[in-house]
């Protein structure tokens, strides 16, 4: 199947512990895209990569990693730094870095 | 910095009624402009994409129109269903991403 597979879907977590979220395509697409979403919030841009081994901060990238050793993969590491880590997170990657974005199926974290 | 918004936060409407839903941003440098639909707890679908040069954009039962001049978009669906209850939202692109916080819709059976 062809698209952007985010994983887990949900995950638990005690307060302190890193915990990494998968996001892989199969797409062929140079972008790839990490957002947060919180009730009555529009999403935050957290990370983004254009190429492999190339990534930028977004706006809200404190308390957060990521890595993109290969074109398919952008994995998200929230550490114990980020202050309010729960909250649903969304992949997404973009073709050509034109706008035009498709998105995952997102991935709850929930800190107990 | 771009600002999105979207009014209302909620909408409900009977099954059957066309409706409009309203996107608006400060800046009109934009690239293009697209509406997603957010199923709970699910990711976003994207919808329609309008290019800055574009007016308008068609698929089946929804409409998109944009004006960029103004700074506004619509999305017009016509004979609502009770499957397009959902939260939809626009973005508009300028070199970044910039969402609304969407409207939520509940069609009425």
């Known amino acids: 199947d062809g698209g952007i597979t985010q994983s887990p879907k949900y995950l638990f977590r005690k307060e302190g512990q890193n915990v990494t979220l998968s996001c892989e395509q199969n797409?062929?697409?140079?972008?790839m895209y990490w957002y947060r979403q919180d009730p009555g919030q529009g999403l935050r841009l957290i990370y983004y990569?254009?190429?492999?081994?190339?990534?930028q901060k977004g706006d809200i990238a404190e308390g957060y990693s990521v890595s993109r050793e290969k074109k398919e993969s952008f994995p998200l590491t929230v550490t114990s730094a980020q202050k309010n880590p729960t909250a649903f997170y969304l992949c997404?990657?973009?073709?050509?870095?034109?706008?035009?974005?498709?998105f995952g199926e997102g991935s709850r974290l929930t800190v107990l | 910095k771009q600002e999105v918004t979207q009014i209302p936060a909620a909408l409900s409407v009977p099954e059957g009624e066309n409706l409009v839903l309203n996107c608006s941003f400060t800046?009109?440098?934009?690239?293009?402009l697209q509406w997603f639909r957010q199923d709970p707890g699910k990711g976003l679908t994207s919808l329609l994409l309008?290019?800055?040069?574009?007016r308008e954009q068609t698929s089946g039962r929804l409409n998109a129109s944009l004006d960029k001049s103004s700074g506004r978009s619509t999305l017009y669906i016509a004979a609502s269903q009770p499957g397009d209850s959902a939260t939809y939202l626009c973005?508009?692109?300028?070199?970044?991403?910039?969402f609304g916080t969407g409207t939520r819709l509940t069609v009425i059976p």
């Open positions: 997404a990657t973009d073709p050509a870095d034109t706008g035009e974005l498709f």
């Open positions: 797409l062929n697409h140079d972008a």
């Open positions: 990569s254009q190429i492999v081994n190339d990534f």
């Open positions: 800046d009109s440098a934009i690239y293009n």
């Open positions: 309008i290019q800055s040069s574009q």
């Open positions: 973005a508009v692109w300028a070199n970044n991403l910039f």
